[in-house]
């Protein structure tokens, strides 16, 4: 069972390299960033799988962190970097 | 308990053709907001399939509710991070894509 966790883990680890071609191609850098929300979300899918497969709990807290820092990250970019004089109060 | 770790183990399984349709959708759709709708919405569905099969194998509560809290969170962070890139793209101009 464990085995084919791993396996799931794979299939998900090639997923998020290929969302790293929409970082070379996307046009805006919103496009890029979307790449990030991707490490959000697959790579926390991936810490958990793991976090059962290899027996190690505390990948758990890890898979929370990287949860918490996808947020501030998306937020951060489009606040500081990407939002236009119009919209910026 | 090996029904749950099968269970488990089941709906782990069938959360990947979400994470397939979205990197799919992150690669081919057209423009910021069709890819922004792949993204945000079909992972979603399969972090909550992949959590829930690690809650049925798990066995201690604490587990269980902190991948509950590491789903919720995804929620709201997708939700929050797809409202503010639309809405700053709109704001600089980007046409939405329409087929014709």
Redesign the interface.
Known sequence: ?ND??LI?AF??LF??I??L??ILRGP?P??S???A??F???G??IL??L??AMKM?AL??V??LF??L??VV??AF??RF???A??RK | MELTEYLGFGLTLLGMPFFLSGTTGLLRFPDIYTRLHALTKADNVGLGLVTMGAMLQTHSWVTALKLLLIWLLILVTSAISCHLVARAALMRGIRPWQNR
Request: aromatic share 4%; charged share 10%.
């Open positions: 069972m084919a966790s799931l299939f998900l997923n998020l290929g969302g071609i929409r805006t919103a496009d960033m979307l790449a929300q991707l959000g979300t697959t926390v899918a958990t799988i976090a059962k709990p758990l807290d898979a929370l949860a918490l996808a947020a998306v937020v489009v606040v990407w939002a236009s119009s919209d």
